[in-house]
Nanobody, 118 residues
Framework: QVQLVESGGGLVQPGGSLRLSCAAS????????MGWYRQAPAKQREFVAS????????NYADSVKGRFTISRDNAKDTVYLQMNSLKPEDTAVYYC???????????WGQGTQVTVSS
């Protein structure tokens, strides 16, 4: 069973930064493209960013392009999301999964809450 554990969220003021981490276990992490997703209250989960298995290519939602950076460390089975210039509309629970998500085998983790507010 694949386990995904997200961390690094918190409360931050508009314009601030956060770095999210997602540690994976139970799979050969380096074989899979990975993605970050988010779900705001009363909204559907949406794609945020993805990175290929080697880390050589990335892709971003238009809403975060230029502000967020996805990266990975295959030696640590971990994917990261550096979030800069945060806006209130970035408030959501952030999740990681494969890209595309491999549910139900790769169950969604508990996510990490990001709240952007003054």
């Amino acid at each position: 069973q694949v386990q995904l554990v997200e961390s690094g969220g918190g409360l931050v003021q508009p314009g601030g930064s956060l770095r999210l981490s997602c540690a994976a276990s139970g799979t050969i992490f380096s074989l899979y493209a990975m993605g970050w997703y988010r779900q705001a209250p009363a909204k559907q989960r949406e794609f945020v960013a993805s990175i290929t298995s080697s880390g050589g290519s990335t892709n971003y939602a238009d809403s975060v392009k230029g502000r967020f950076t996805i990266s990975r460390d295959n030696a640590k089975d971990t994917v990261y999301l550096q979030m800069n210039s945060l806006k209130p509309e970035d408030t959501a629970v952030y999740y990681c999964n494969a890209d595309p998500p491999l549910t139900p085998v790769w169950s969604w983790g508990q996510g990490t809450q990001v709240t952007v507010s003054s």
